[in-house]
């Protein structure tokens, strides 16, 4: 079965950067697109990166994606941290009959 | 502007049924695959279903697989979840979400209705 794993928690000061790794087991995670989600407590969640590394118009480029084959894992990058950043975030893949969440990463936000 | 409106949820007993829909507006209803996403209280995003544009194809999770039917009416520009044998663990905020494309993969999900709620408690 294909899965995706997350670290269950994150932090980082304002203005600094930070990473948030999904690492894919089961499958090839480069098969496939990677799209990340930003959950604000009490909110639905948003895209913040589409197709590995592409930003829906309106998110900063503080936010980038990437994919590293050699360790079947993609990354979400924020740099210039802000308070605002902080929230649930959530990768997601997909093999050719099913749809694949990561269990999420809090990032707070010191 | 893009509308996910979900209906039908509540609580109800374990092993017994509900139904849940949702009705779309502001984009080509039958141009995209749609899905349904779940959030068990204070837990992660859990995919449950998808159905292909013109209802050609479906999948499933394998937590709901035999259990849960999706299915959606062009006409009405809706999309609907038939719930059965349902658990105590089935306790989420079910999203109505729209694919980018027209299959149910490869997709993501660009579009999210506000989510309706199912209780599954004795």
């Known amino acids: 079965n294909f899965m995706l794993t997350q670290p269950h928690s994150v932090s980082g000061s304002p203005g600094k950067t930070v990473t948030i790794s999904c690492t894919g087991s089961?499958?090839?995670?480069?098969?496939?697109?990677v799209q990340w989600y930003q959950q604000r407590p009490g909110s639905v969640p948003t895209t913040v990166i589409f197709?590995?590394?592409?930003?829906p118009f309106g998110v900063p480029d503080r936010f980038s994606g990437s994919i590293d084959s050699s360790s079947n894992s993609a990354s979400l990058t924020i740099s210039a941290l802000k308070t605002e950043d902080e929230a649930d975030y959530y990768c997601?893949?997909?093999?050719?009959?099913?749809?694949?969440f990561g269990g999420g990463t809090k990032l707070t936000v010191l | 502007e893009v509308k996910l409106v979900a209906s039908g949820g509540g609580s109800v007993q374990p092993g017994r049924s509900l139904r849940v829909s949702c009705a779309a507006s502001?984009?080509?209803?039958?141009?995209?695959?749609m899905h349904w996403v779940r959030q068990a209280p204070g837990r992660g995003l859990e995919w449950v279903a998808g159905?292909?544009?013109?209802?050609?194809?479906?999948a499933y999770a394998d937590s709901v697989k035999g259990r849960f039917s999706i299915s959606r009416d062009n006409a009405k520009n809706s999309l609907h979840l038939q719930l059965n044998s349902l658990r105590p663990e089935d306790t989420a905020l079910y999203y109505c979400?729209?694919?980018?494309?027209?299959?149910?993969?490869?997709?993501?999900?660009?579009?999210w209705g506000q989510g309706i709620l199912v209780t599954v408690s004795s």
């Open positions: 979400t729209k694919g980018l494309g027209p299959m149910v993969t490869p997709n993501w999900f660009d579009r």
């Open positions: 502001g984009f080509t209803f039958d141009d995209y695959a």
């Open positions: 159905i292909s544009r013109r209802s050609g194809t479906s």
């Open positions: 089961g499958g090839t995670i480069a098969s496939s697109y």
């Open positions: 197709e590995n590394n592409q930003r």
């Open positions: 997601q893949s997909y093999n050719s009959t099913k749809v694949v």
